[in-house]
């Protein structure tokens, strides 16, 4: 097992010896130095052939994720729940899905974990319940209950304000029962709890209780930047109306709560938190994560998986350049008492092959590879996501029987029954970004490998050629890559610095701690590239390639079609 790790900044219980420091001045943490796996799992593996993959799958596919070597695993929603957002909307907090198993499976699971000295963090998603949660059940049918003011009514002929649904249409709806308003800051299904009562925020610690008792090591926690709600319900901003989680997120008690959240719960355990900042600029990041705040660990900023969208969430063309600024304004923007995290995919993205590298026959495989560099060789804890170590690519939807995604769908209906745009530029705005591209099962083998059954939702059509075993050199690219950087302090904690941001086609930097160094060049493009020296030419040594005929240092600056290496310095 790995060494527990007590104690965080500004919370050092007396006695506790001094944090220990890296040169830069990080306090060493486990989950500063892990590699963590994100599980979608009605996706991952079916093990009883009803066609929606289950713990059990989870479970007999172990081996892959230990051979990898990554250090956490994330489990996407494995609760009770009608599955209108796939798990997103939560029917019983403590209770496992049918679909996935038992809580003797989730048991089976989390010793399976432990046994090889690994970690299971579990989604948290407390924004919102399913609206078959039964306290939405008591809450909407009893006016007088106690369990009304769990969620956020509106009593009127009309809503209070105009804020809208992240999944189309207004926030707010209107009960039959009591023909009050309910908000919803998702789908009309996923009704908001109300965080300013102190028994929904009880009952919250409660059930985190209840998960960290059983021994997971932590949470990645659902929209944790929405939770605290402007009660006076202002009207969107203009400019915040197409993109209103950055209203959502301005809500007055979201730090205080948090801070009680961590006083309440999170310090009484030794485990890790990551919350979704939707909506968070990389100026309020720190608010969240500075670890003398004593709020979260980490979170996952925007900012990157959001370069190829338009001021209106619509897909747009992205250039290497503004990647790379991003990567290094959120270096700057974080000083040594915040950690960031590194993702460019996860169920809400489309495939990062079919995104940010080339999904064409020729070069999936090299392509997959540098992205796989580049997220394994920033700064930041990265979070991996299931598939993309088989180089999985995106989906093409012609129909929306294709679809499942409940926003997709809520889309469909609002933009395109309605006549305001055409069904063809919706699909190619699918094909671009649909949350359905990750979502689509894993391909284990050439037969499809998901299951016996019917599959709940279609494999990617192209799975008797892109698929796990055929993509085997994606997934031992990884596992060398992941043990690297467990070797190399300088590739977790070292300072990061872009060599060259205005390449159009290349991504160059150093990792640097102290007298380790680190050289990773990665060129983006099919065609070949041709550097001016970067770094003085002094001694070096070739850690990691793609190629495996890499001349060492006679073409040190050049670099073939999506070529990866490392060089250490
Ligand atoms: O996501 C928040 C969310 O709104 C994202 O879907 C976001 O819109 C998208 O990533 C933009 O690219 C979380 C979950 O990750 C998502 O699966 C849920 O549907 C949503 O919350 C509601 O719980
Ligand atoms: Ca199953």
């Given at each position: 097992m790995p060494k527990p790790d007590n104690g965080k900044a500004g919370h050092l219980r007396s006695g506790t010896v001094e944090p220990n420091m890296t040169p830069n001045g990080y306090i060493r943490r486990w989950w500063k130095e892990a590699v963590v796996y994100q599980i979608y799992p009605r996706s991952f593996?079916?093990?009883?052939?009803?066609g929606i993959g289950d713990l059990r799958g989870l479970l007999d596919k172990l081996p892959h994720i230990l051979d990898l070597g990554v250090d956490v695993i994330w489990l996407s929603p494995h609760f009770d729940?009608?599955?209108?957002d796939n798990g997103y909307?939560?029917?019983?907090?403590r209770k496992v899905g049918a679909d996935y198993g038992t809580m003797a499976d989730f048991d089976a699971l989390m010793t399976a974990v432990k046994a090889a000295g690994k970690r299971l963090i579990i989604d948290l998603v407390v924004n919102h319940t399913s609206c078959e949660h039964s306290w939405f059940v008591e809450s909407r049918t009893d006016?007088?209950?106690?369990?009304?003011?769990?969620y956020i009514w509106h009593k009127g002929d009309t809503p209070p304000n105009d804020w809208t649904s992240i999944f189309g249409g207004s926030a707010w709806t209107r009960d039959e029962v009591t023909k009050d308003w309910y908000l919803h800051l998702?789908?009309?299904?996923q009704p908001d709890l109300n965080w300013d009562n102190l028994a929904v925020r009880d009952e919250v610690y409660d059930l985190m209780r209840f998960w960290l008792d059983k021994g997971i090591d932590g949470f990645r926690m659902d929209?944790?930047?929405?939770?605290?709600?402007?009660?006076?319900?202002?009207?969107?901003a203009a400019a915040l109306r197409s993109r209103p989680q950055y209203a959502y997120?301005?809500?007055?008690h979201l730090h205080q709560y948090l801070q009680e959240m961590h006083k309440d719960?999170?310090?009484?355990?030794d485990i890790t938190t990551v919350g979704e900042?939707?909506?968070?600029?990389l100026e309020d990041t720190a608010l969240l994560?500075?670890?003398?705040?004593?709020?979260?660990?980490m979170i996952f900023q925007f900012e990157a998986v959001e370069v190829?969208?338009?001021?209106?969430?619509r897909w747009k063309p992205w250039t290497l350049p503004e990647l790379k600024a991003i990567f290094t304004r959120q270096d700057k923007a974080l000083d040594q008492h915040c950690w960031p995290t590194v993702f460019?995919?996860?169920?809400?993205?489309?495939?990062i092959v079919s995104r940010f590298g080339n999904d064409s026959e020729t070069w999936r495989i090299k392509s997959a590879q540098v992205l796989a560099c580049l997220i394994l060789t920033l700064k930041g804890t990265p979070f991996l996501y299931q598939g993309d170590e088989f180089g999985l690519t995106n989906l093409t939807f012609s129909?929306?029987?294709q679809t499942n995604d409940v926003w997709t769908r809520n889309a469909w209906r609002d933009e395109v029954l309605t006549g305001k745009i055409s069904a063809t530029a919706f699909f190619a705005n699918q094909d671009r970004l649909s949350r359905d591209h990750a979502r689509?099962?894993?391909?284990?083998?050439?037969?499809?490998?998901?299951?016996?059954?019917?599959?709940?939702f279609a494999l990617n059509p192209k799975f008797s050629s892109i698929n796990a075993q055929s993509s085997e050199a994606v997934c031992l690219w990884y596992k060398d890559l992941i043990a690297l950087r467990h070797r190399c302090d300088a590739l977790i904690y070292g300072d990061y610095c872009d060599?060259?941001?205005?390449?159009?086609?290349v991504f160059a930097y150093t990792r640097t701690l102290k007298d380790e160094a680190f050289l990773i060049l990665l060129n983006f493009s099919e065609q070949v590239q041709i550097l001016s020296p970067?770094?003085?030419?002094?001694?070096?040594?070739?850690?990691?390639?793609?190629?495996?005929?890499?001349?060492?240092?006679?073409?040190?600056?050049k670099l073939r079609g999506w070529e990866a290496c490392i060089y250490r310095l």
């Open positions: 593996y079916d093990s009883n052939g009803d729940s009608p599955n209108r909307d939560i029917r019983d907090y006016a007088k209950s106690a369990l009304r003011d769990y998702f789908d009309s299904s929209v944790i930047s929405f939770i605290s709600k402007d009660k006076t319900f202002p009207n969107l997120t301005q809500g007055p719960v999170l310090s009484h355990y900042a939707f909506g968070v600029t994560i500075d670890e003398r705040r004593c709020e979260l660990d190829d969208r338009d001021q209106n969430g460019l995919s996860n169920h809400d993205n489309p495939r129909d929306i029987d689509a099962p894993i391909p284990w083998t050439a037969e499809g490998g998901f299951t016996t059954g019917t599959p709940w060599l060259c941001p205005d390449h159009p086609h970067l770094v003085p030419e002094g001694a070096m040594t070739l850690e990691l390639t793609n190629y495996k005929d890499r001349s060492h240092v006679d073409n040190l600056w």
